[in-house]
């Protein structure tokens, strides 16, 4: 029986090592690709043009096959590749396409060179390319806002740019849509710009890179100097979330136009695998209908996540941001109807889309007139320091970081009584507490419309439980806990945190 123990034991652990068990993606490197079939080539004289979203300093996918794709109207010609010791080659499609695949290789730190051509034509050089791990940085403006804006915040920022070579960005720009607004229209297989490109971090590439995005970077490189990481940024201002997904799936969901940003941004680099994408968007929905925002935005968010996910074939995780406080003459149900509706759908797709996340973002908003821009918040350090915990639990250094408690506490069950409420919380780490003050704060009281009532008194009761009070003159009306249900939601007033100090999610609950 022993040896029968010792043998299962064995072959689990055997099986660990190849499917990750769990939380580690895809950390086995697969096999090299077989050997290619030897070919005729004519040697005719080949003009091409290879993708945009390639290029020096960018950082490939480890772990997944690199695809290097490009155009040529020499069709049934053969284009060549050669890479970490690596020659392949591609034909030319009828429909002057090329995609040209190397091997998968684990993480390298060490810049290689790639090498494309034909056999009678130019030879296209990348130089200094890492094997990492690629984001995708999406949504709107609070993404695609910029790093030196928070400089006020995190005057260090421009000197510590140059300190790591192991970040890599490729900077998109709004422009093009915004100026030509029927652009986005339709698919472009190509970026939009020839002066796009992969770019070493430096004070002028990370200051006109989106802030959330570098500050993730920074946050993981801190803590491990093993892994590359590439930033893309294909955020657009502005832009709701039918504008993210194909035009097909935008009117799936009764919408006439959709799919700008998927076209002009998101489009041009699906070939390019990648380890996962931050997300941030949410505020045009809040005025997508005159009850301030769509009751199926978390239906939205799902579609766009499952496409995704379909077209590269593996569920790789989607860091989402909450939608933060906005003041300013905006604040208030005529200017954000429908904030908390969409902060709290985000929540609810927890329960429903897995490899999903969300980090809370209210504390660092905007909190009165006094700031510039009302839906725009200027310290984004904090949201980029919670989306790489993220990463950091689930890739970079499991040994530090454990997945559960570096989330943001979020409520798993709910009890009703008559004059209480009692909510279960997961991801409190070793205990929910308050940031500051003797006084929990932030829960509220909602009619059948979302319409606060009332906020009401609440305490910690255990490690992951809190206890809300129903008061008598509202216990008719009641039909949702919330928790953050205001427009502005100060860490003053709103000061549950797990043992990390990360914030509780904005929720709601029903009876």
Not at 239 to 268: L, W
Not at 395 to 411: A, E, G, L, M, V
Request: glycine share 8%; aromatic share 12%.
């Amino acid at each position: 029986m022993k040896k029968l123990i010792a043998l299962i034991l064995a072959l689990v652990m055997v099986a660990c090592l190849f499917t990750g068990c769990g939380e580690k993606f895809e950390e086995i490197t697969p096999d090299p690709l077989p050997a290619q079939e030897e070919i005729t080539d004519p040697g005719d004289k080949v003009e091409y043009k290879i993708s945009g979203a390639l290029g020096s300093n960018m950082v490939v996918q480890r772990n997944k096959e690199i695809h290097v794709w490009g155009w040529s109207e020499n069709y049934g010609e053969y284009i060549y590749g050669e890479f970490m010791g690596e020659k392949r080659y591609a034909e030319i499609s009828e429909d002057g396409e090329f995609d040209l695949v190397f091997s998968a290789h684990p993480e390298n730190t060490k810049g290689e060179t790639m090498k494309i051509y034909p056999k009678n034509g130019k030879t296209t050089e990348f130089t200094d390319v890492l094997v990492g791990d690629v984001w995708f940085v999406t949504g709107q403006s609070n993404a695609e806002y910029h790093t030196d804006v928070t400089y006020t915040y995190n005057p260090e920022t421009p000197e510590e740019a140059a300190n790591t070579d192991l970040i890599r960005l490729y900077n998109q720009t709004v422009m093009y849509l915004d100026g030509e607004p029927t652009l986005g229209d339709e698919i472009h297989e190509d970026v939009l710009s020839t002066a796009y490109c992969w770019e070493k971090t430096n004070s002028e590439s990370v200051g006109k890179f989106s802030a959330i995005g570098y500050y993730f970077a920074k946050g993981i490189i801190e803590e491990t100097d093993d892994v590359p990481l590439g930033m893309v940024m294909m955020a657009a201002s502005g832009r709701a979330i039918r504008h993210f997904v194909p035009k097909d799936i935008a009117q799936s969901f009764g919408y006439e136009a959709g799919g700008t940003a998927y076209n002009c941004m998101m489009y041009p680099f699906l070939k390019m695998n990648i380890r996962g994408m931050l997300f941030y968007q949410g505020e045009s929905d809040n005025w997508e209908c005159e009850e301030g925002a769509p009751d199926n935005y978390n239906e939205q968010l799902a579609a766009l996540i499952k496409y995704f996910r379909e077209w590269y074939g593996y569920d790789f995780p989607f860091y989402n941001c909450q939608l933060s406080s906005h003041a300013g003459y905006l604040a208030g149900p005529g200017g954000w109807p429908g904030l908390n509706k969409i902060r709290c759908e985000q929540e609810e797709a927890l329960k429903e889309i897995d490899n999903y996340y969300l980090v809370a973002t209210y504390d660092y908003g905007v909190m009165s007139d006094a700031e510039p821009e009302m839906e725009h918040p200027y310290n984004k350090k904090p949201v980029g320091d919670r989306l790489a915990y993220l990463g950091l639990a689930q890739f970079y250094k499991p040994s530090n970081y454990d997945i559960d408690s570096w989330q943001c506490p979020d409520p798993t069950a709910v009890e009703w009584s008559e004059d209480s409420v009692l909510i279960t919380f997961d991801h409190a780490g070793k205990g929910l507490k308050l940031r500051e003050g003797d006084e929990l704060k932030g829960f509220y009281l909602l009619d059948k419309d979302q319409i606060i009532l009332r906020t009401t008194s609440a305490e910690i009761v255990g490690d992951n439980q809190v206890k809300v009070a129903i008061k008598d003159n509202v216990k008719e009306d009641t039909v949702y806990v919330a928790y953050a249900a205001d427009f502005v939601c100060p860490p003053e007033t709103h000061n549950l945190v797990n043992s990390n100090d990360l914030p509780c999610l904005a929720f709601r609950l029903s009876k």
